[in-house]
């Protein structure tokens, strides 16, 4: 008796409608999504990465990568003729608009990025299940390609750098002089994840 009703407990399950305390997780459908599923392993599947999960800590290092290069590509050093012309637009009865502020504290970036990085984990992790203890949703073909395309990627990033690390291992000497060139190498892998 106690463990149906303990493996009850811990699988997710539609609730009524009208009782959902939530109307946005009615209007995205997460009960349904992720009914019969064992809560315990979907936490799981949201970690932050751990020193057991090489590939998916790669995959975050490269998303953290993106988005510091994205923020970098959109904050302007010198401020751009559009926002001047918003700010010193002279027209009496209609208010000047705050142009585009794209620059965020780096909390607010890490609790964003985070997010993501957790839906990123999700995804990929509940994608190496078997099809009963994967979640409703279907990924689209080209979806499924770029997932696996990834995965390649990180495994070839993988194998480079276990040679690099057995490389330097081995030559001493070497490990001075091409500290340059594996960072550039490494940076080439991050950003083709």
């Not at 303990?6 to 995205?28: D, G, T």
């Not at 203890?133 to 073909?141: D, E, I, N, S, V």
Request: a negative charge.
């Amino acid at each position: 008796m106690r463990k149906a009703e303990e493996k009850e407990r811990c699988c997710i399950r539609e609730a009524e409608e009208s009782r959902e305390p939530n109307p946005w997780l009615r209007r995205v459908g997460w009960a349904a999504h992720l009914a019969g599923l064992d809560r315990a392993e979907i936490r799981k599947w949201v970690e932050m990465p751990n020193d057991e999960q090489p590939k998916l800590q790669i995959l975050c290092k490269a998303f953290d990568w993106m988005i510091q290069d994205a923020q970098y590509t959109t904050v302007q050093e010198v401020v751009g003729q559009a926002a001047l012309f918003e700010a010193n637009r002279k027209e009496v009865n209609n208010e000047p608009q705050k142009p585009f502020d794209s620059w965020m504290d780096i909390d607010t970036v890490q609790r964003y990025t985070r997010v993501w990085k957790q839906l990123l984990c999700y995804v990929f992790q509940a994608e190496g299940q078997e099809a009963e203890r994967r979640p409703a949703y279907k990924l689209t073909g080209s979806q499924q390609i770029a997932i696996h395309d990834v995965r390649a990627i990180i495994q070839e990033f993988q194998e480079w750098k276990k040679e690099q690390l057995e490389a330097e291992d081995g030559d001493e000497s070497s490990r001075d002089e091409s500290n340059g060139d594996k960072s550039d190498e490494e940076i080439e892998f991050i950003g083709r994840i």
